[in-house]
């Protein structure tokens, strides 16, 4: 199995990115995605998560109503359109797959991508 994050980079405050993630080795439908994210001294933290066919999301406060997570099962990829940045979401954001279900922990994920880093200034 391999998860390939795409689309991070340096942006300013306010502005919006999209990373995506493109999976291989899996079926993709069967597996909820999450994306997490590790700031510089942090723990690695839940972001959002969908569910295998798209029809549940969920989102940690911190982005709700900012950030949209959505799949494309045709193309093997999860999306992750970041809007409205702030400094604060600063960190490498990591895709991540899962069997159970959305869940929030790192621990219950079972696939994990390499990471990208998004840098938002002020």
């Known amino acids: 199995v391999q998860l390939v994050e795409s689309g991070g980079g340096l942006v300013q405050a306010g502005g919006s990115l999209r990373l995506s993630c493109a999976a291989s080795?899996?079926?993709?439908?069967?597996?909820?995605m999450g994306w997490f994210r590790q700031a510089p001294g942090k723990e690695r933290e839940f972001v959002a998560a969908?569910?295998?066919?798209?029809?549940?999301?969920e989102y940690a406060d911190s982005v709700k109503g900012r950030f949209t997570i959505s799949r494309d099962n045709a193309k093997n990829t999860a999306y992750l359109q970041m809007n409205s940045l702030k400094p604060e979401d600063t960190a490498v954001y990591y895709c991540?797959?899962?069997?159970?279900?959305?869940?929030?922990?790192?621990?219950?994920?079972?696939?994990w991508g390499q990471g990208t880093r998004v840098t938002v200034s002020s």
């Open positions: 991540a797959a899962n069997f159970k279900g959305l869940r929030y922990r790192v621990p219950e994920y079972d696939y």
């Open positions: 080795g899996l079926t993709f439908s069967n597996y909820a």
């Open positions: 969908v569910s295998g066919y798209g029809s549940r999301t």
